[in-house]
């Protein structure tokens, strides 16, 4: 019994984008759900309806094998195939297969004019000329060697660059390596992949940001969060901490951490570095923002205070110049730095070559100084400008960071106020921060917002910190005249 | 008492590349381990060091604080730095801190002439020229949004360009999504982390691809390898392993199996599409070497077999077009792709968007088209090559695979040959293979070898398998003449 009547031969489009087969599948299919074709049936063979359609078998055959393995035909050998029944299969309950996510992500609602919510650099900075010829030159210089596959410690010129200068800088010693990562999130990432197991205990600060505290949440690490100071991660406390967990690594922002813009002075890192040496915790100085400061001194990298190899120093391309191509690198002891080469080939062979030839190029060529250069003298009007601007918007009782470079500074509501609760009015009125809460391990500050000036001009710092302020002076405002009004309770 | 005589003035080098406070720090150190500052004795004031030597007082004040964390010095708030003592603190035991690493690594002996060891495209058919102009025309494109950060779903314009192309070919559905990824060694990486938890069952095929034995070893899943004929990976050995084990994941190659070269058939195709719906498993479809096919002609990809939307589809620009620049893709149900964006988000942020970029513009301006055809041009010439080679060559009782396509087959030697063994002297020769020992999952092949041709043009390929067959013929020789010579047994 030949079921292809007239009436239901397929429409094929040839110049549709779907292809023949699956255009021959979608027909059959139909035909089956809406009962023109009923369970039983026998389907044409295969080779008798190529020639009918004019097409070519391999394309019926494809047609014939995912209706059978979604169960609308069965095929007998020798016999052809049958329609059996209209049930696809059901779909994957994808909620119960995948791992649980907890991690509290940032949502973006609208775009907003003022987003003070992403801690980038400005894209109006970006030497776009400088990069074209620095691709150019790159190629030029690199040739095929760019392009072939890599090593997982990184591109040799650039690593060999790199290692140059961090040994005129005193943090690279002899017995240390360097390894090129996707930026520092990666290289904490590998970190972690390297040197921690679940159940680890590390210590990191507290607010931080989530790339720490998501990364290692995720890895089932046990996290101790400890208040960020005027000098950086409270030491006291560190010390207590220490004594009591400890911890497998500690997990600082030497320069102008992200979210509070706080630096750690001279006396603080030695601290750090003692306190760490004598509990054999390994010590992360994340250092992605040193590159950015401006005004006032450095102070010596942790990583150069500890010569007894204890430290891991992560830097980055991604603030100085371009988040936009993924190259940090991280600086340690041989052996951990070998050990992270290897998850690193786990993970994804090497980092990609292109754009390490190119910053390589760019860096070594002089433009990336003389990037650097502008960024700092944009990055210093910015800090100006969004600290007056809080100086003369916000509500009074309001405490900020003053940092000294890098991209954010952090605010703290006088209370009641609730950052979160205040942020969907403050895009409605076209601005954005991120709310503390994405920042806190284990201390939730309500009224902590972060503010991330350095992708912004002046003129916009300066107008949308005057409607941040506008808009929690009114709460404030409105709170406290509600207050006024509740009874006077009764002395007990 | 003032320690500081003249002879043992420090002579700091303002232009050598250590620093100052290094050179400083040094030269106390030194000057304590000798014996010519002993414990007990008092150092100069900061103050009235920097301005006896001329320097800034912050140098000085460094160098003293790696000196009393480094434990040669102690200072007492208001009476001046102290010598403690000659030990540093001692080097850490990296051995006992770092995680265990269980991957077996190809160690590369001395470079040689002629490698059959590395999976890789030919450099000499790298187009440098079309590369660079690629680069040009991005950035005058893509702009300044390539600089900045980026998603961790990729490059929107890339995504799009490779969604629309899997429309095209039916592999990506209405109820899929594509994450962009450094390659697919990454993309395997993401997806463990979004599915798969230690303990887990996956199985793979058995030889395998280095690089997922590995990755799944170190994620402490429980492997079954299960071997990989005509046909790719043993169905019926499939199905009694999904009952067995219940297996979370089935990965496997659809096209050109690395080290293998073996493709599955459209119905192998179609049985593990059932196979795996019944048994609730996700698959894993690796097509990094789909684009390679040099004769024969494309069965469906398996993940457009698979309505019901239960396979996740790898592909790369790695082996049809460079290595070097890490970009790849997945294509899979939405949720899962979700959760592995915020996986990617963790690990790495993003994928390099200057790669995403120059090979976006590579693909659209014809330029990869133009490339591939050369590349397959190539290829063809080279699997010829190797397969006469093989067949002139090797001695009588060796197999070999003979795929139509991408860059390995695989050699199995006759009994008692031990391709390990060999390799030593396949490498004072020069010429290099992989042996089966890195494939290997649970049953190990001492006569099975991989021979990646695609890096090398036809003479290199002609003269290495000589050269290989010369050691094995005389290896076989040897054996067996030394056999003849054993005394019969008795028979008993």
Request: hydrophobic share 40%; charged share 25%; aromatic share 6%.
């Amino acid at each position: 019994m030949l079921v292809l009547t007239m009436w239901d031969r397929p429409q094929l489009d040839p110049n549709s984008g779907t292809p023949l087969y699956r255009q021959l599948y979608d027909h059959f299919r139909r035909a089956i759900e809406i009962g023109n074709l009923k369970s039983g049936q026998k389907l044409p063979a295969t080779r008798e309806l190529a020639g009918m359609l004019g097409l070519n078998r391999t394309t019926v055959s494809a047609a014939y094998e995912i209706l059978e393995t979604e169960g609308f035909i069965a095929g007998h050998v020798g016999r052809g195939s049958f329609v059996t029944g209209t049930a696809a299969p059901a779909a994957k309950d994808w909620g119960a297969l995948l791992r649980p996510n907890r991690v509290l992500e940032t949502r973006s609602g609208e775009p907003v004019e003022i987003s003070f919510a992403a801690s980038r650099p400005s894209s109006g900075l970006f030497p776009l000329e400088a990069l074209e010829q620095s691709c150019r030159e790159a190629l030029a210089r690199g040739g095929v060697s760019i392009l072939q596959l890599g090593s997982p410690g990184g591109y040799e010129p650039l690593r060999r660059y790199l290692a140059d200068e961090a040994r005129r800088e005193g943090v690279l010693s002899e017995g240390d390596d360097l390894i090129v990562t996707n930026g520092c999130q990666q290289a904490l990432d590998l970190f972690s992949r390297s040197l921690l197991s679940p159940g680890d205990h590390v210590v990191v600060e507290d607010p931080v940001y989530p790339g720490v505290k998501n990364l290692f949440t995720e890895a089932d690490l046990r996290l101790t969060g400890l208040p960020v100071g005027e000098s950086g991660i409270d030491l006291d406390l560190l010390e207590a901490a220490i004594e009591r967990e400890k911890p497998r690594a500690v997990v600082v922002t030497s320069n102008f951490q992200n979210p509070t813009g706080r630096t750690m002075g001279l006396d603080a890192r030695a601290r750090l570095v003692r306190l760490a040496r004598r509990s054999g915790a390994v010590l992360i100085e994340n250092d992605i923002y040193g590159g950015l400061r401006y005004r006032g001194e450095a102070a010596l990298a942790i990583k150069s205070i500890d010569e007894a190899g204890g430290t891991v120093l992560l830097r980055s391309f991604s603030k100085i110049a371009f988040p936009g191509l993924r190259v940090g690198w991280a600086i340690g002891p041989r052996p951990l730095i070998g050990r992270m080469k290897q998850a690193k080939q786990l993970t994804d062979l090497h980092t990609d070559q292109l754009s390490q030839a190119v910053l390589l190029r760019f860096a070594e060529s002089g433009r990336l100084e003389d990037h650097r250069r502008r960024v700092l003298e944009a990055g210093a009007e910015r800090l100006r400008a969004v600290l007056d601007a809080c100086r003369a918007y916000l509500p009074p009782g309001t405490r900020f960071t003053e940092p000294e470079g890098g991209m954010n500074l952090w605010v703290s509501l006088p209370d009641p106020l609730d950052a979160g609760e205040l942020l969907p009015r403050a895009e409605r009125e076209g601005v954005s921060y991120l709310p503390g809460k994405y920042f806190a391990v284990s201390r939730p500050e309500p009224g902590g917002l972060r503010l991330s000036f350095a992708g912004l001009e002046p003129e916009k710092i300066e107008r949308g910190v005057r409607i941040l302020g506008g808009i929690f002076s009114a709460e404030l405002e409105r709170v406290r005249a509600a207050r006024s009004l509740e009874p006077e309770p009764a002395m007990v």
